[in-house]
């Protein structure tokens, strides 16, 4: 996997191509590779007291308000491969790098430039531990993050679509988490301020309203399972 990583970097690094869906392998074959190699420095995985409780309710598959439940529902369906947390953690390590290496990749003028600052990301301190630590905000922080560009886009080509995309990549981070529901925030502004600027207000009201619905509805949707 490392060769693999290393010639798809120096392909994409040299120019020969840049064509989106080999930037696309790339990004997720160096978020395995990453997500591998902190699963094994702190096999099988990271706990806090809150990650015990959520993985004893996906072993009973019985799952309570204490928090949101998704989490533990992706647990419990790790564990019809494997009781240990090692492949929860590799899965949960590699959406969460593939996450940044998507926000990059949407915000970074060229693929040179994209390819240093997945290497400067890759020497943060402070997402080592986050990799393999089974913890709902790390899923909470994934999906956050996906939304930021996806408003950056709305703003500059005014575009409805990518503010969709951002209140969808909200909604999934607010079923992890829900307070998380408070950057419903973001998308209602950029769509009042920016996108439909010239709409009508009775259209703005609209808009705000499907934002919302689209943000709170999966959320309650598996709270009430």
């Known amino acids: ?11 994409l690094w040299i120019g020969r191509s840049s064509r989106p869906w080999l930037q696309h392998l790339f990004l997720l074959f ?15 995985a990271l706990m806090s007291n809150d990650s015990l409780y959520q993985w004893e309710q996906a072993l009973t598959n019985e799952y309570t308000a204490r928090h949101p439940p998704a989490t533990a529902m992706l647990m419990h ?15 949960q390590g590699w959406t969460f790098w593939s996450a940044i290496f998507c926000v990059l990749l949407m915000v970074m003028p060229s693929t040179r430039l994209w390819l240093i600052a997945c290497l ?27 939304s930021v560009p996806f408003l950056v886009k709305a703003v500059e080509f005014r575009s ?19 307070n998380a529901a408070t950057m419903a925030l973001a998308p209602v502004l950029v769509g009042v301020r920016w996108v439909w ?16 619905l689209i943000i709170a509805v999966p959320s309650r949707l598996f709270n009430a399972l």
């Open 197 to 212: 600027q010239r709409y009508r207000i009775w259209r703005k009201a609209i808009g705000t309203i499907v934002i919302l």
């Open 1 to 11: 996997m490392c060769l693999v990583v290393f010639l798809l970097g120096t392909i």
């Open 120 to 146: 400067v990301m890759l020497c943060n301190p402070a997402l080592w531990t986050y990799t393999s630590v089974l913890w709902k905000d790390v899923w909470t922080a994934a999906f956050a993050i996906l």
């Open 30 to 44: 160096l978020a395995l590779l990453v997500s591998l190699f902190w699963m094994a420095v702190f096999f099988p």
């Open 160 to 178: 409805s679509r990518h503010l969709l995309w951002a209140a969808a990549s909200i909604a999934l981070a607010t079923c992890f988490r829900s």
């Open 77 to 91: 369906l790790s564990q019809y491969i494997t009781t240990s947390p090692a492949l929860f953690a590799l899965i």
